[in-house]
């Protein structure tokens, strides 16, 4: 299994402009989480989905971020718009079953707002 | 309000010494805690993990030492080798509050030959 993919991997836009993370999980995996990574607060989980299904969403900051799971093996997160500070890390990870069990992670995608 | 906190951001060791990574958390609902270590330009991957019905779990070099009265675990790496160079993760897990993880801050361990 190539593990799970992420597209971008850097993203470079303008204040104001949308934003599309993707995300294709393990195959078989019936979780799916997006975090973000900054220095202050380390890994942040945003949303996680079950079998395609937003379960938690209490971590997106804020009404510009969303997220949709169409199918099993596809997944993306979006900012309209976007701002300087919403520059980090964006990683996506998926796992068997939820929570205490090995979540594997994507490379991650740097996203860089101007 | 940071559930789990790393705080040490950086931690400089010799290769063949012990490297000590530290982390304390503030709920005490949570029951299991994981490692995960990320090297530059990658996820971070599982490391090493604990339920809290036991204060240590050992797996070759790595040992994780838990101690639920302090609300403290610890990451213990013998021998650090310089490859174990990278952001080392904690993260914790409630199974009656959905299970998500709550990581920490990180700590950038670099282990010098």
């Known amino acids: 299994d190539a593990g799970v993919i992420q597209s971008p991997r850097h993203e470079v836009t303008e204040m104001g402009q949308e934003v599309t993370l993707r995300c294709k999980p393990i195959?078989?995996?019936?979780?799916l989480f997006w975090y973000r990574q900054t220095m202050m607060r380390g890994l942040e989980l945003l949303i996680y989905?079950?079998?395609?299904?937003?379960?938690?969403d209490s971590g997106m900051p804020e009404d510009r971020f969303s997220a949709k799971m169409p199918n099993a093996s596809f997944s993306t997160l979006k900012i309209q718009p976007s701002e300087p500070r919403d520059s980090a890390v964006y990683f996506c990870a998926s796992s068997l079953w939820q929570g205490a069990n090995e979540q594997y992670f994507g490379p991650g995608t740097r996203l860089t707002v101007t | 309000d940071q559930q789990v906190k790393q705080n040490s951001p950086s931690l400089s060791v010799q290769e063949g010494r012990i490297s000590i990574l530290n982390c304390d958390y503030t709920?005490?609902?949570?029951?299991?805690f994981l490692w995960y270590k990320k090297y530059p330009a990658e996820g971070p991957t599982f490391l090493i993990s604990?339920?809290?019905?036991?204060d240590k779990n050992e797996d070759g070099r790595f040992t994780v030492f838990l101690n639920k009265s302090a609300k403290h675990l610890s990451l213990h790496i013998v021998p650090s080798q310089p490859g174990d160079s990278a952001v080392y993760f904690c993260a914790a897990s409630a199974y009656n509050q959905g299970g998500k993880l709550i990581f920490g801050q990180g700590t950038e361990l670099s282990v010098k030959p």
């Open positions: 989905f079950n079998n395609n299904v937003p379960i938690d």
């Open positions: 195959s078989g995996h019936d979780y």
């Open positions: 604990i339920s809290s019905i036991k």
């Open positions: 709920n005490s609902m949570f029951d299991y």
